[in-house]
């Protein structure tokens, strides 16, 4: 990718946007509109679609990302491990409370006295007064009885049940491997096509994550979903193996209380960012705009509130995926970060939270590198880097100027667009800090991120190029 700027598209907010990818926006033409309309990474559900399909939506991405001399980060979402129940010979079955229903093994059809589980694990974990939800938690029932490979339920609220609905079991971490074969050949394939980060589905453990790790291989970037109740007890030790953390509120709200989703937002955004890790809030965000042309107030808020608790990114699924208003849901996403971010109220949360700087040089750096940017009142803050680590620790601050991080690998400069307000350029002509004090000038001024007379703070490191060398900063005029 040139580092030419011609076409460049100038955000106006720090928040990154994540979209995915489905009927409703595979086109190159409705593609290229998201990209226009503010979305910075594109989300690929390997639930949905074939590799092929995939395969072209990526090959889509990358030419536009050519044509505009911009890079777009790419996500391949693994699907993991998916609980559901068998069918029913109605296809579905009414329920009454207190009714009483057996969940087995037998794979034929259910009706309102037995349904196939086709899960022994599931049978085997739960015993009797234990609860299991079924439908995104519409469908609750308490456990009576047990056998070798039965279990007796209680319903104890909802209506219906019908065919292939999903289940969770709420409180208790299943032997269950968080990759599937099926997860296994995605993740190659998608190694293969090339994209910048894998998100892990269903991990309880850190033993999950350090599994897919190791079979990326340093590929791509590692991302694990937060989407079950164990994973939020092992959450410190899973942190430390990944590159990056997706808070999926949605699927983590159907086994957790309600009113513990939002604390729970709280925390893990605040201790990823501190951390040094993009943080990304994902699912039902703008979920009403699949049908409508307008979020509601709700949802608004909902997306505002990520916005100041810090999120790197917030992520729009069937909203782009099929949903009748993908445009719409980006343009509206757009316009409530870059609001959120200019109210007054969000600099002075951001600064209130501000971070402990790690006993290391290239931290002390970048820690000085937004305190002279804020104090000088700089246009932006310029990161040479080479493995990107300068970018993340500089997006760590939240600093109210954009950072733009000049990379001579292509890869680095496609991860950092999942990171708070870096504006990634991949340049090949810097040679030396000098260099790269004129370059940034010229590709600022052109970028219309700063003009004649502006000052930018830069750091780099000597010897230069070198990954981990962090130890120059550096004030430079735009001229």
Request: charged residues 25%.
């Amino acid at each position: 990718m040139a580092s030419s700027s011609k076409s460049f598209i100038h955000r106006q907010r720090r928040t990154k946007i994540l979209a995915t990818l489905g009927p409703a926006s595979e086109t190159e033409e409705m593609i290229r509109k998201l990209f226009q309309a503010g979305v910075d990474n594109f989300r690929l559900n390997f639930s949905h679609g074939s590799h092929q399909d995939h395969q072209e939506r990526v090959r889509i991405i990358r030419a536009i990302e050519k044509q505009l001399s911009m890079p777009i980060g790419i996500i391949a979402d693994l699907q993991g491990p998916k609980l559901r129940v068998g069918k029913f010979r109605d296809d579905s079955i009414a329920l009454k409370k207190n009714m009483i229903i057996r969940l087995d093994l037998d794979p034929a059809a259910g009706d309102e006295k037995r349904v196939n589980l086709p899960h022994p694990e599931i049978i085997d974990a739960l015993d009797k007064g234990d609860h299991i939800l079924m439908d995104d938690g519409k469908v609750r029932m308490e456990i009576t009885g047990k056998g070798k490979d039965f279990l007796d339920a209680k319903v104890l609220a909802g209506l219906k049940l019908s065919n292939n609905k999903g289940v969770n079991i709420p409180g208790i971490v299943l032997p269950i491997a968080a990759l599937t074969e099926k997860d296994r050949r995605d993740l190659s394939a998608a190694l293969d096509m090339g994209v910048d980060w894998i998100a892990q589905s269903f991990v309880q453990r850190p033993e999950d994550v350090a599994e897919a790790r190791k079979l990326i291989g340093g590929r791509a970037a590692l991302m694990a979903k937060i989407e079950k109740p164990s994973a939020l007890e092992y959450f410190d030790q899973i942190l430390d193996l990944v590159d990056g953390i997706m808070l999926a509120r949605g699927d983590l709200g159907v086994e957790t209380p309600p009113e513990d989703v939002p604390a729970v937002q709280k925390r893990i955004v605040r201790q990823v960012r501190h951390c040094g890790k993009p943080i990304v809030v994902a699912t039902q965000m703008l979920e009403s705009m699949i049908e409508n042309p307008s979020p509601t107030r709700a949802e608004a808020s909902d997306v505002a509130t990520a916005v100041y608790d810090g999120a790197d990114a917030v992520m729009l699924s069937a909203e782009t995926a099929a949903g009748k208003y993908p445009l719409e849901a980006v343009s509206i996403m757009d316009r409530i970060c870059h609001s959120t971010e200019s109210d007054p109220v969000y600099r002075k949360i951001i600064e209130t939270d501000r971070l402990e700087t790690e006993s290391n040089p290239s931290d002390a750096i970048t820690t000085a590198a937004y305190h002279v940017a804020r104090n000088i009142k700089a246009a932006c803050i310029v990161n040479y880097t080479t493995s990107g680590s300068t970018a993340i620790r500089t997006s760590r601050q939240r600093p109210e100027r954009p950072i733009m991080c000049l990379t001579q690998n292509n890869d680095v400069a496609r991860r950092l667009c999942l990171s708070y307000g870096v504006h990634a350029v991949h340049v090949t002509d810097v040679t030396d800090t000098g260099g790269a004090v004129k370059k940034a000038a010229a590709l600022a001024l052109a970028q219309k991120i700063a003009e004649k007379g502006d000052r930018l703070v830069l750091t780099a490191g000597v010897p230069f190029g070198t990954p981990g060398s962090t130890n120059i900063l550096r004030v430079a005029w735009v001229e």
